[in-house]
């Protein structure tokens, strides 16, 4: 294993803050693993540390195959991490909206800018990553539908899920967009926590870039081959919203097989404790994404469903 720099930062009132990287094997670029780009992306961070110890092990048995090259960036933004702000604590910037970045920009873009030009020129990108509204999601693999590849090895890593959408506007300065324009084959895995760890699915996304990197022949590690995944389009996933506010009590769970008119949460009142709401499944289906906040405002995206048909497929 070999620690490299990738970029530092200069930071007015406390010591710099250097963005490291791991690397392990020699040869081609095979593989990238970035971990979390914002502070509250605990469980990301955890996950690709997990994956550095796991591939210190792994070189050390002499068990990554000649002519592969895998590094690993836990965290490009240690400075939120420490200070618990999800976004850039000076200007309350989000760096993984600053990509392929600026290097005579501000201080996200120049960041941005470094990470950028060290993760270029590998073949596979994986990212550990949260979605931009807090909740869990039932453990997944999903790509943007751009250039630069279309998913065909996304069925490798065995996850129960792979999900297919089109970027919108805002993903355009997005790390997992730009490794696709400039020619890395991209995924982003998604497991059932942000803010906190979550051993289950923080091993679930371990096994499965295992799983990836021993199809893939980076990795000479016999992995069981999990799912034969039920390959979605977003766009056929069901969303379910609040039509009231208040206090959200979550029934559900990432995961659960829910019937027709089932019961997900309901919606209380913080005034009188009644409730208010009750948030129920028009159809049967697998629960995909659930709300984590304890509040919630009216017409609040609060679950995402695999409709039935969907499930089975």
């Given amino acids: 294993m070999k620690e490299v720099c990738i970029y530092t930062t200069n930071m007015p009132y406390r ?35 997990q994956m550095v110890h796991r591939l210190k092990k792994l070189e050390e048995r002499g068990l990554i195959n000649p002519g592969h090259q895998i590094m690993v960036i836990p965290t490009i933004n240690k400075t939120s991490l420490n200070v618990g702000k999800r976004f850039w604590p000076l200007d309350n910037t989000d760096i993984n909206r600053m990509f ?37 999601f039932t453990p997944h693999v ?69 799983r990836f990197m021993n199809a893939r022949g980076m990795i000479d590690y016999p992995c069981h081959q999990g799912f034969i995944p039920t390959k979605l389009n977003e766009a056929e996933l069901t969303q379910l919203f609040s039509i009231q506010g208040g206090i959200f009590r979550r029934l559900a769970r990432p995961g659960d097989i829910a019937s027709s008119g089932q019961v997900l949460a309901e919606i209380v009142s913080p005034m009188t404790g009644e409730v208010v709401e009750q948030i129920t499944t028009p159809e049967g289906g697998v629960v995909f994404f659930t709300c984590s906040k304890p509040l919630v405002n009216e017409h609040t995206l609060v679950f995402t469903m695999v409709p039935r048909e969907l499930a089975r497929r």
Avoid at 26 to 47: A, D, P
Avoid at 105 to 128: H, L, M, N, P, S
């Fill in 100 to 136: 392929p970045g600026y290097d005579k920009g501000e201080t996200t873009q120049r960041i941005a800018a470094g990470v950028f030009e060290a993760v270029q020129g590998y073949e596979f990108g994986i990212q550990f990553t949260s979605f931009y509204r807090q909740g869990d």
């Fill in 142 to 210: 999903r790509f943007m539908d751009v250039v630069g590849g279309d998913g065909e090895h996304a069925s490798e890593f065995g996850l129960a899920y792979v999900v297919t959408y089109k970027p919108e506007p805002f993903d355009t300065t997005t790390l997992n967009y730009n490794w696709r324009l400039w020619d890395t084959d991209a995924y982003s895995v998604y497991t059932s926590s942000t803010d906190h760890i979550e051993e289950e699915s923080a091993n679930i996304a371990q096994r499965a870039c295992l």
């Fill in 15 to 49: 010591d710099n803050s250097d963005i490291k990287g791991y690397v392990f094997g020699e040869g081609k670029k095979s593989l990238c693993i970035v971990g979390s780009t914002r502070g509250n992306e605990v469980q990301q961070t955890y996950i690709a540390s």
